[in-house]
């Protein structure tokens, strides 16, 4: 699992951050957000599940697993 | 590889579900040549410059006059008597520091064509006259090299997006110059209008270096700003056609 430590990242930068190296991953792969609580956490997840991700929130930890 | 700085810059279409960085790097690796830096070629040059195509060429022999100012958004009133494509180039340098902008001071002819548009990944044709739209279609016919015609007239215009050996050519859907057609100085043309049409261009043109959306090709959208009536006429390719007739749709090198 790889873990992206984007607190203090406003939106859509974490989003933008996350998505670039979910690009890089292959289908299956894991990745872990550290998100502020507020926005971040509220859109970044639906960002995510927009793109088609299958994705897991626990606080403002968010897994999500490329699809 | 993108910067910190162009991960920031772009990043309101890196958000976009149909990109991604790597399209991103596909504009950046991509050469587009604007021919005419007037009331087409400054919106649509912004737009290729903003969206951060890599390397932009601009193509205009004329010099700013202050009636260009009230529709050709690139030049300012500084610039009259500037050279049209360096006051364009020098603005969008300032306005996108990541990209590569050349000006190219000439007007299209039937001995430059050819070199004019050799090497584009995507060519935008912003000119304002039939002989040009001819010369550029021809070269980028021969060389395949997908191109966006645009013109516009008073409140409209239209848009042409055309995949050589893929799609209707300019000739296809025009054999000939219409006799006695209007031209902007007895007609005259409203900035907003021919803003319209040149976003058009950029925005097509954008989609074809990106690989994203609809793939132009057979339909004309024409523009009119009046009504805000927009209507897509479909054309189809002409086996006859001077320009294109021998160009096989499987030779296509992107489709």
């Known amino acids: 699992m790889i873990a992206m430590d984007l607190r203090g990242v406003p939106c859509p930068m974490n989003w933008v951050r996350a998505r670039l190296l979910l690009e890089t991953l292959d289908a299956g792969a894991e990745l872990q957000l550290q998100l502020d609580p507020g926005e971040p956490i509220e859109s970044v997840p639906r960002s995510a599940v927009e793109d088609g991700h299958d994705v897991a929130v626990d606080g403002t930890c968010v897994t999500i697993t490329k699809r | 590889m993108l910067s910190e700085r162009e991960i920031e810059r772009y990043s309101r279409q890196l958000v976009l579900p149909e ?36 390397r932009i ?10 009636s260009n100012l009230q529709r050709q958004p690139l030049h300012y009133t500084p610039d009259i008597d500037a050279q049209k494509s360096e006051s364009a180039a020098q603005k969008l340098g300032v306005l996108n520091t990541e990209i590569m ?55 409209g215009g239209i848009v042409f997006a055309i995949r050589p050996g893929a799609s209707a050519c ?62 897509l006429v479909q054309t189809s390719r002409r086996r006859d056609c001077s320009a294109c007739a021998g160009l096989a749709a499987s030779q296509e090198s992107r489709a």
Not at chain 2, 57 to 66: A, C, K, S, T
Not at chain 2, 107 to 129: F, Q
């Open chain 2, 19 to 54: 990109w991604s960085g790597a399209v991103q790097q596909r504009l950046k690796d991509a050469t587009a040549i604007v021919i005419g830096a007037g009331a087409l070629g400054s919106p649509a040059a912004t737009y290729l410059a903003c969206a951060g195509v890599g």
């Open chain 2, 57 to 66: 060429g601009i193509v205009d022999g004329d010099w700013v006059e202050i």
């Open chain 2, 101 to 155: 902008v050349e000006p190219y001071p000439v007007e299209v002819d039937p001995d430059n064509a050819a070199a004019i548009v050799a090497g584009a990944d995507v060519v935008l044709d912003c000119t304002d006259s039939f002989a040009a739209r001819y010369l550029i279609n021809d070269a980028c016919c021969a060389e395949r090299i997908p191109l966006v015609e645009g013109g516009a007239l008073g409140f």
């Open chain 2, 170 to 231: 300019y000739r296809c859907a025009f054999p000939t110059a219409p006799a006695n057609a209007p031209i902007c100085s007895d007609v005259g043309m409203l900035g907003a209008a021919a803003g319209v049409i040149g976003s058009l261009q950029a925005l097509e043109a954008l989609k074809l270096l990106a690989g994203v959306g609809r793939l132009p090709g057979d339909r004309i959208l024409q523009f009119d700003g009046l009504t805000l009536e927009q209507t």
